[in-house]
């Protein structure tokens, strides 16, 4: 059974950045396309940004060139650097394969106050 652990969000002024980590147990993820979602306030989970099993990254255009996407496959972990935060990337962030194969972890919690 995978378990997926995200960590690293916080309260963060507009312009702030943040990096936010996701640690896999129970299962290699190398295999896997894996990716960073988010769901804020009254709207549905989304997926915005994804990363091959080598390297190649993929943005939903409301973050692309804020935040980047990167994976560590000797840790099994995945990790989402967001600079220039705005007050709309509140959310609960959380990881999970492209797919959303896994089991949902905890999420964490990303707040940007105005």
């Known amino acids: 059974q995978v378990q997926l652990v995200e960590s690293g969000g916080g309260l963060v002024q507009t312009g702030g950045s943040l990096r936010l980590s996701c640690a896999a147990s129970g299962s290699i993820f190398s295999p896997y396309i894996m990716g960073w979602y988010r769901q804020g306030p009254g709207k549905q989970r989304e997926l915005i940004a994804r990363?091959?099993?080598?390297?190649?990254?993929n943005y939903a255009d409301s973050v692309k060139g804020r935040f980047t996407i990167s994976r560590d496959n000797t840790k099994n972990t995945l990790y989402l650097q967001m600079n220039s935060l705005k007050p709309e990337d509140t959310a609960v962030y959380y990881c999970?394969?492209?797919?959303?194969?896994?089991?949902w972890g905890q999420g964490t919690q990303v707040t940007v106050s105005s």
């Open positions: 999970n394969t492209d797919s959303r194969a896994w089991n």
């Open positions: 990363i091959s099993t080598g390297g190649r990254t």
